[in-house]
């Protein structure tokens, strides 16, 4: 089994959509890359601010990133998987560290808000 980069992993979760009908598609492989993406996104995001976790949104293509604030409430962004990047994602930890530090940070695609 070859293991991947976050960057290769979205490009080709990209192209597989979870309503797909293409009887090709091995729904197994799609899973386990899901999973490993989930896992190395939740890696990086905790690398950079430890209180983070990842929650993977098969069924919309994208990764929901979150923290949870001192007061309790649980902020985070929304990325959709075929824009998803090491890049992006580090950019979203950076706001959720910067959010769960007290500082008033403006979130991209926050959690709550439609496409």
Do not use: Y
Request: aromatic residues 4%; glycine residues 6%.
């Amino acid at each position: 089994m070859v293991r991947m980069a976050i960057d290769g992993l979205a490009m080709i979760l990209a192209g597989v959509g979870s309503d797909s009908r293409d009887p090709n598609v091995d729904w197994d492989e799609r899973s386990r890359l899901w999973a490993e993406l989930a896992a190395k996104a939740a890696d990086r995001l905790v690398a950079i601010v430890p209180q983070a976790f990842c929650t993977a949104q098969e069924w919309d293509n994208r990764l929901d990133c979150s923290v949870r604030l001192a007061d309790g409430r649980i902020v985070g962004e929304m990325i959709r998987v075929d824009e998803l990047t090491t890049e992006r994602l580090e950019e979203t930890a950076e706001r959720l560290r910067r959010k769960h530090a007290g500082e008033p940070v403006e979130l991209v695609n926050p959690l709550g808000r439609l496409f």
